[in-house]
């Protein structure tokens, strides 16, 4: 069985919808998580959510059940980054990231952390460029091309050590071309297509079926669910777009 396989099979999600939980009010985010959170696969936690009420969305994602993806994208020296991984302080974080940037030196050390925690360890997954990154901005990095930085990055990445990668959509064919089916694939940048999002800052956006055809593990999703009137409805509008129940 190679890795890919076990890895997902140990996961065991529900479905492959990760609910983004970007919200900053506690009591709004635990009902989110309660109600919608329950439905999806995972729910993911960025600083915001994490700094504001992360205690109690620790104890109520331990008490429900639910896989959490805490999304801090860590970026420091080997060292700090093995010990912030190794002192996590929850059962329920199933998933982490940290910037392929930081290196392999510092994604060998995140991967030696996740074994130490042994067969339920966390998924280890890297990103490559952010999104927002225009070409100009890539090349004043001394990156000449988003395709070069999802390439040369993302191999460094899973060689070193990572589980897999966070990929816009548009990304995700080169990248099964490049690593086959083993890397696991987390694809932000997820729309509907009869909903728009106001001020909208994701560029490369794909449909939830589109996304899952061209090779995406793990759908994340935020403000197409976040924003609607019933966050609920949508989710199971989307689950049922994939032919997930
Ligand atoms: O856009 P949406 O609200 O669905 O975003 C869900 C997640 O996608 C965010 O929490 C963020 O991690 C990621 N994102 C991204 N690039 C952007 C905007 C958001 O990767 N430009």
Avoid at 56 to 81: M, Q, S
């Amino acid at each position: 069985m190679d890795k890919g396989t076990s890895l997902r099979s140990r996961l065991a999600l529900k479905n492959p919808l990760c609910l983004s939980l970007d919200v900053a009010e506690p009591t709004r985010g635990l009902d989110l998580l309660r109600t919608v959170g329950r439905l999806s696969g995972m729910v993911k936690a960025g600083p915001v959510p994490f700094l504001s009420w992360g205690e109690r969305l620790l104890r109520d994602a331990e008490k429900w059940g639910i896989p959490l993806f805490l999304d801090l994208k860590w970026h420091d020296i080997p060292n700090t980054v093995h010990d912030t991984i190794a002192h996590l302080p929850s059962p329920a974080i199933r998933m982490i990231t940290i910037h392929a940037l930081g290196g392999p030196s510092m994604i060998r050390a995140a991967r030696r952390a996740c074994e130490a925690m042994g067969a339920d360890r966390p998924a280890l997954i890297a990103v490559t460029a952010l999104t927002h990154l225009t070409t100009e901005e890539l090349g004043e990095i001394g990156l000449p091309s988003r395709e070069t930085a999802v390439r040369h990055l993302g191999s460094m990445a899973l060689e070193a050590g990572a589980d897999g990668l966070v990929l816009s959509p548009r990304e995700l064919p080169l990248a099964r071309s490049l690593w086959g089916i083993e890397p696991y694939l987390v694809t932000p940048g997820i729309r509907l297509k009869d909903s728009a999002i106001a001020g909208d800052d994701q560029t490369n956006a794909d449909t939830p079926k589109a996304a899952l055809r061209k090779g995406a593990d793990l759908l994340v999703v935020g403000r197409p669910v976040l924003q609607a009137p019933n966050p609920g409805d949508r989710l199971d509008a989307i689950l049922r777009e994939i032919g997930t129940p």
